[in-house]
């Protein structure tokens, strides 16, 4: 089913589908020519289950870098594409977009990377590059932006994501992993910890001393604390049970903890934030937190709900607050945020599973039973073997 409430981010869906169609087409008629084989874990059919599946590469362009994966986070977005609950989803599909690697080739116009270099790769292969935001360093709002996955690239075949054991990327898309950060620690970090950087980047919400709240303690809400924490603010992490409390507060750092439903805790707090990153991929009331913004203050929507939100107009003219969303970060940001990182020494509380368990971490991802990020360690399965 399309549906009509997720309007530009995913509108190239129809032109997807055709081309998809096509590229079927002429694998089907034997048209391609054999290329580098690559082996993942894909979605088959909307009920989600990964199993291996080996496709072609392209060869690698003069822009493009080669890469070995090593591992990859595990996203809320991935879980949602393998079950087709956004209903644009084309199988087989290798998802995964919070890619770690090693560059094994680089095309003869790259200079950015040499082989040995680790990398990253996240949500986007591809932009325009002649747009408004293309030119303004915002590629991740081009119209015509190439998802990592589920897309189809320039060259009319499939996007494939990251879980799997190689990927071929444009060399605009992938960023240096400054040295001495762990693989696996930097994962989650080119999407979830993006996702959270580039509204404090863009909103002007970096300098030290303000208050924030992270409201929803997943996989984008914990990298949001620790950013936040990193940067100087007091953070309040705002969830709908206590079950995350001593953690929140003991291993993640944050300075408060509120429970959605104490409605006292909620009361005492009002007007006391100057910004909220929204984390919660599913319907939820707005208003609750909207009242424990200050003047001015922010809600910054990140998680994609497919269901229309409800406010009432004075709960954001009383205050002049602003209900914003935004969307993962452009590279320039990602390069950003991955030197702050290093700068700051931060570290993301991630849980490391081998390829083989990847089904199951799906289902206990569902049920937000991770602490906070799977991350897969797709070289130490061996799928290219
Ligand atoms: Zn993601
Ligand atoms: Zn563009």
Redesign the pocket.
Known sequence: MENSFIPSLFSNTPTVKKKREKFDQTVKMGGLETERTTTGWAARDPSGVLTPYTYTLRSTGPEDVFVKVMCCGICHTDLHQAKNDLGMSNYPMVPGHEVVGEVLEVGSDVSKFRVGDIVGVGCIVG????????DSDN?QY????IWSYNDVYTDGKPTQGGFAGSMVVDQKFVVNIPEGMAPEQVAPLLCAGVTVYSPLNHFGLMGSGLRGGILGLGGVGHMGVKIAKAMGHHVTVISSSDKKKVEALEHLGADDYLVSSDAEGMQKAADSLDYIIDTVPVFHPLEPYLSLLKLDGKLILTGVINTPLQFVSPMVMLGRKSITGSFIGSMKETEEMLNFCKEKNLTSMIEVVKMDYINTAMERLEKNDVRYRFVVDVAGSKLDQ
């Open positions: 932009c325009c590059r002649n747009c408004r935001p293309c590629e081009c119209l015509k932006k």
